[in-house]
Nanobody
Framework: QLQLVESGGGLVQPGGSLRLSCAAS????????IGWYRQAPGKEREFVAA????????AYGNYVQGRFTISKDRAKNTIDLQMNGLKPEVAGLYYC???????????????????WGRGTQVTVAS
């Protein structure tokens, strides 16, 4: 059974950093696109970043503004999201998603993804 498990969330002060990880269970990331989405309370999921595991293509949401970096760790079979300069407005539940379709503009649409993790909570507060 294909599963995604997020980790690394927590409470951080404004301006701080967190590193989220998405691990695969029951499959390997080869030939998959992997994405990160954020959902604030009462709002829809918002695109954060995505990566093509095979070709290293990446895409970022507009509000990331160069502060986040998505990367892959082949040894651990994880996709990591390094988040720096965190602001309270980027807090929320961060989800990892996976899909075998070829990388393209669709990665920015949450309904396009086939598989989702349960999320990890990121809180940014003093």
């Amino acid at each position: 059974q294909l599963q995604l498990v997020e980790s690394g969330g927590g409470l951080v002060q404004p301006g701080g950093s967190l590193r989220l990880s998405c691990a695969a269970s029951g499959f390997v990331f080869d030939t998959f696109d992997i994405g990160w989405y954020r959902q604030a309370p009462g709002k829809e999921r918002e695109f954060v970043a995505a990566i093509d595991w095979t070709n290293n293509k990446v895409a970022y949401g507009n509000y990331v503004q160069g502060r986040f970096t998505i990367s892959k760790d082949r040894a651990k079979n994880t996709i990591d999201l390094q988040m720096n300069g965190l602001k309270p407005e980027v807090a929320g539940l961060y989800y990892c998603a996976a899909d075998p379709d070829g990388f393209g503009p669709w990665v920015e649409t949450s309904d396009s993804w086939d598989y989702w993790g349960r999320g990890t909570q990121v809180t940014v507060a003093s």
